[in-house]
Every structure is written in C-alpha cells, then in structure tokens.
C-alpha cells in the first residue's frame, strides 16, 4: 500500500483527531502517520495512511502487526 503524504502542521487534517479501532481478537488500528514509544523508550514511526499495532505480541515485526495472531486452520486427518 502506498504511503500518504503527512499534512503541514497547523492544517485541518492535522488537528483533527486520530482515529483509533479496538478489534477483540486483533490488531489495534490507528489511522497514521504514527510514532509509537516502546518500553525501552525507542520510538519507532510509520508514515502509513493505517497502521496495524500488534496486541498479541507474536509479531516478527513487533509492534506492527503481521498478522501472527489469527488461527491457523489445520486440515482434517485423512
């Protein structure tokens, strides 16, 4: 997916609030561009129009989503 160009400071866009999806057994999405600070205090941006922050933790990519949470479906014994 395409990046989306981050509005100057002081426009209209940018004082509008972020608007944030909370998903039971999923991802929290945050309409970005973001900047998230870990635990360690490292912050880590995401100029993505949607980003997708793992709740989970099994991300590879942690603390963006990859989608590590969702069952995985075995197939039936023969």
């Known amino acids: 997916m395409p990046n989306a160009p981050c509005d100057p400071p002081g426009s209209a866009r940018s004082d509008a609030p972020r608007r944030v999806r909370v998903q039971r057994l999923g991802p929290i999405l945050v309409d970005g561009p973001v900047e ?24 590879r990519r942690y603390p963006w989503c990859d989608t590590s949470h969702r069952r995985r479906v075995q197939d039936p014994p023969s």
Do not use: I
Request: proline share 0%; glycine share 4%.
């Open 36 to 59: 998230v600070e870990l635990e360690d205090g490292t912050t880590v941006r995401s100029d993505r129009f949607r980003v997708a922050l793992c709740t989970c933790r099994r991300s």
